[in-house]
Structure formats: structure tokens, C-alpha cells
């Protein structure tokens, strides 16, 4: 459904993406995720054909972006940054407007914008002015726009930014029902929106595309998955030998490990017990050395956070085993869903002074007010 290859785009000697390549399966979110400044407005604004590349190609529906520009538009529904609203206008005015501008037929519009107000929970607000909408309301005008055409694909730059939390679950929850019948790109910089969100991940940063791939796989490969360690001791001769007997048998199991037994008593031992990605054997490890008639001193499962891999793939340290997860204990660790981290990462080169790039086509539906910035 989107396809793009080699992108790259300068703004004067500024070269804000650089030879980008990624594609988007029909029905799936795929997460764009990177640190300020990483490129991903301007990808997403070359996706939607309102800025053209530098050089490279790139497909949406079927059509190229920079070729057929006007099809992209009709095929595309775009929430920038900073959405382009009418204060002086109700709710389902603007969207009618809007309809009537993307190419809904007059006999269609009253259907569609009927749709997307209940799509995006707006029923009671349908004759409110926009002006005088609350925040996280006006967000969801703002996706409400971008699907009253009943776009196949749907970009969304930061949709989440400004609001409060119950209305970026509200706003989350909505993105997540679109997916399947539309194809979706969502911006961000924010880690948990990612996971909690989407399917598929493209790490940027610094204009290139650092990773992309499914977000279970991406975490698994960079990081090693997840492990359980463990102290144990006691009760048996032999506990490096016996141990391995004990848990051979255990299905999940990938490897088990003796570690460093510094600072230990004389009969204790470590082992790193590595397992399948996706499994929870915990408790049966548990049971297994406890029937063994070793005794469990410690045990703590650990794996690789979103936010883990995010740092790897934009910083230049080498790639590091994941953190132990502090709060986790044998069978209650921390998932990548549950954490709320708000990376914020500056990029590490000096950005230069942006140029006003002049936008034939951004003015479509934004004929006098809050006029879309360069994000
Ligand atoms: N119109 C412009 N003129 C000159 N430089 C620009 C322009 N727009 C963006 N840039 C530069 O291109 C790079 C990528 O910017 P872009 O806005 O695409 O990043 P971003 O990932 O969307 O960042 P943010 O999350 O802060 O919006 C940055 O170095 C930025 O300063």
C-alpha cells in the first residue's frame, strides 16, 4: 500500500532524509518513530505530496507521490502537526467543506461526514464552533478531516502531542480502530505510542532510517530477547551439572549459563537461563529447581524495552544486553505496553536555520487559519 525507496531530501546544504526505504502492508500501523529534528515531517510530507524529494520515489495506493500527486491526495488522509482548522466554523461545517475539497460527491458527503463525527466520537460536538473545542476535541477534528474522504491511507504527524493523558488514550484508541480497513503512518517521537499502537516499526535518526521492521522482531533481534537469572544452592553435589538436568527438559529453553560467582557464599551459584522469544516459563523454572531440591535464592526475568532498542539504534554506544527489569519478579516483569516513557532526545548534530521553503499545495484546505508549521 505505501512503498519507498531511496528518498532523500535537502533543504539547502541542511540534508534532512537520506536515502529512506520502508513499505507499509495493506491494513497494518506502521510507527515512525524518531528523535526531534530525525526527518520524519519531512518524509511524511513527501509521503503525502505536498513537498517533492530530492530524489528517490515513493507510492501510495499505487500512485507516485511525486507524478500523480493530486491521485495521492485523494488516496491519502493527513493530520500534520499542527492541523489545519477553521475556528469559525461548526463541527460537521468544516467537515463538509472538507469533503466537498477532497472530491466527495455531493450525494456521498452527508454520509461521510456523518461517519467520520461518529467515528471519532464527535456526535455531541457536531454543531460546537471548532474555535471552541477543547484541545484534545479539536485533535480529533483534525483526524476527523483526515478520514471524511475514507482514505485508504491515513498519515498522522505527532497526533498525540499537547494533550492530556485520558485524551491520548482516547485519541490512541482511535488510531488503533482505524487500522485494518485503512493503512496507517504514525509520527512520533513518543516510545509508548509505538507499542502501544503499532504493528510495525521505522526507527529514524539523523535522516536515516536506522531499523525497521516488526516491533516483537526488532526487539528480539537487537537485543537478545529475554532471560531469566538466577541464584541457587544447596541441597545437591554438583549444582553446575545438576542444574542443566533439572531444566534440560523444559521446553522454552535456549541455553543456560553459569555467571560470574563473585561475592557469592560457597555453595551458591548464578546461571542466565535464555528463552524463547514470546515464552513465560518463570514459574516452571521455578518448580523445576525447586523439585530438584536446590534451593531459589533469587530469580528476575529481564527483557528489552522499546525504549532499550530506541536508545540503541540512536545513539552510537554499542548495543548492550537489555537492563534487569528491577520491578519484575520471576513471573510478574514489566511489558514493553506498560512503561511510559517519553524520550526526548535531542539530535546530537546542530540543526541549521530552516528555510522557508515555499508549498504550492499546502494552503488546499487551509485557506486563511492556523496554517500548518514546518514541524
Ligand atoms: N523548511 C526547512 N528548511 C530548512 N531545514 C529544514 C526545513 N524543514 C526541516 N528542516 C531540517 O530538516 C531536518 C529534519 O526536520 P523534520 O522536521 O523533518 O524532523 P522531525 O523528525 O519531524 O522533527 P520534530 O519531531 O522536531 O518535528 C532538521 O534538521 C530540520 O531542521
New binding site residues.
Given amino acids: 500500500m505505501i512503498e519507498v525507496e531511496q528518498l532523500h531530501?535537502h533543504?539547502?546544504s541542511?540534508q534532512?532524509?537520506k536515502d529512506v526505504s520502508f513499505s507499509v502492508e495493506k491494513g497494518e500501523i506502521l510507527g515512525f518513530l524518531?528523535?526531534?529534528?530525525?526527518?520524519?515531517?519531512?518524509?511524511?510530507?513527501i509521503l503525502t505530496g505536498y513537498l517533492p524529494a530530492s530524489s528517490g520515489t515513493a507510492r501510495v495506493a499505487g500512485f507516485d507521490v511525486h507524478e500523480q500527486s493530486m491521485d495521492v491526495r485523494q488516496h491519502i488522509g493527513y493530520l500534520p502537526?499542527t492541523p489545519p482548522l477553521y475556528g469559525e466554523m461548526t463541527v460537521e461545517g468544516f467537515l463538509h467543506f472538507v469533503a466537498r475539497i477532497k472530491g466527495v460527491s455531493a450525494g456521498d458527503r452527508p454520509k461521510r461526514v456523518d461517519v467520520s463525527i461518529q467515528q471519532c466520537g464527535l456526535s455531541d460536538r457536531r454543531k460546537n464552533l471548532i474555535r471552541k473545542l477543547s484541545k484534545g476535541y479539536r485533535q480529533r477534528v483534525g483526524i476527523a478531516q483526515a478520514i471524511v474522504h475514507d482514505p485508504p491511507v491515513i498519515i498522522l504527524?505527532?497526533p498525540t502531542v499537547g494533550l492530556d493523558p485520558r485524551q491520548i488514550i482516547e485519541v490512541r484508541n482511535l488510531i488503533k480502530s482505524l487500522a485494518g480497513n485503512h493503512t496507517i503512518i504514525l509520527?512520533t517521537?513518543i516510545l509508548p505510542e509505538v507499542s502501544m499502537t503499532c504493528s510495525q516499526v521505522a526507527i529514524?535518526n539523523r535522516?536515516q532510517l536506522v531499523a525497521t521492521d516488526r516491533l516483537d522482531n526488532l526487539m528480539e533481534h537487537l537485543t537478545g530477547g529475554t532471560y531469566y537469572d538466577i541464584e541457587v544452592g544447596g541441597g545437591v553435589d554438583g549444582v553446575e551439572t545438576a542444574i542443566g538436568s533439572y531444566l534440560g527438559y523444559l521446553p522454552n529453553l535456549r541455553s543456560v549459563d553459569p555467571l560470574p560467582r563473585t561475592d557469592l557464599p560457597e555453595d551458591r551459584y548464578r546461571f542466565r537461563i535464555n528463552v524463547e522469544p514470546g515464552s513465560e516459563p518463570g514459574s516452571e523454572i521455578a518448580k523445576a529447581i525447586l523439585e530438584g531440591k536446590l534451593n531459589l535464592y533469587e530469580m528476575r526475568r529481564s527483557r528489552a524495552s522499546l525504549e532499550d532498542v530506541f536508545l540503541q539504534l540512536t545513539t552510537e554506544e554499542k548495543i548492550a544486553a537489555p537492563v534487569p527489569d528491577e520491578n519484575a519478579d520471576a513471573d510478574t516483569g514489566v511489558d514493553i505496553d506498560t512503561q511510559v516513557v517519553d524520550a526526548d532526545v535531542e539530535?546530537e548534530?546542530a540543526?541549521?536555520?530552516?528555510?522557508?521553503?515555499p508549498d504550492p499545495h499546502e494552503s488546499e484546505t487551509t485557506p486563511d487559519a492556523n496554517r500548518q508549521s514546518?514541524?
Fill in positions: 531530501k533543504y539547502g541542511t534532512a532524509i524518531g528523535p526531534n529534528g530525525a526527518g520524519k515531517t519531512t518524509t511524511m510530507r502537526e504527524d505527532e509520527s517521537h529514524i535522516g539530535p548534530v540543526e541549521e536555520p530552516r528555510e522557508e521553503t514546518d514541524g
